[in-house]
């Protein structure tokens, strides 16, 4: 099992930077992919952002060329660097670690840090 605390969220004007922190409750040296998801109202959560444990990445279109996650396996810590953010970016935005279990996949999530981005 894992425990997930994001920060990191908040006010920020549009066209402004903000990053995100995924704080693990154990070593996550061996979890093959941690990821971002975000959730606007009325709208369902997707997934933003991961990183797999050898480093490669993937991102949703909209997001491309402005957001950069990253992972250091030495503080149990993955990052989310937002750029150029737009207002359309409001959403609360959750962190996600997949792991096995008993040969199963198991994802756990954060509580969710609320990033609003205003006009």
């Known amino acids: 099992q894992v425990q997930l605390v994001e920060s990191g969220g908040g006010l920020v004007q549009a066209g402004g930077s903000q990053r995100l922190s995924c704080a693990a409750s154990r070593s996550i040296f061996s979890i093959r992919r941690m990821g971002w998801y975000r959730q606007a109202p009325g709208k369902q959560r997707e997934l933003v952002a991961s990183?797999?444990?050898?480093?490669?990445?993937n991102y949703t279109d909209s997001v491309k060329g402005r957001f950069t996650v990253s992972r250091d396996n030495a503080k149990n810590t993955v990052y989310l660097q937002m750029n150029s953010l737009k207002p359309e970016d409001t959403a609360i935005y959750y962190c996600?670690?997949?792991?096995?279990?008993?040969?199963?996949?198991?994802?756990?999530w954060g509580q969710g840090t609320q990033v609003t981005v205003s006009s």
């Open positions: 990183v797999i444990s050898g480093g490669n990445t």
């Open positions: 996600s670690a997949d792991l096995t279990i008993s040969g199963s996949w198991v994802r756990y």
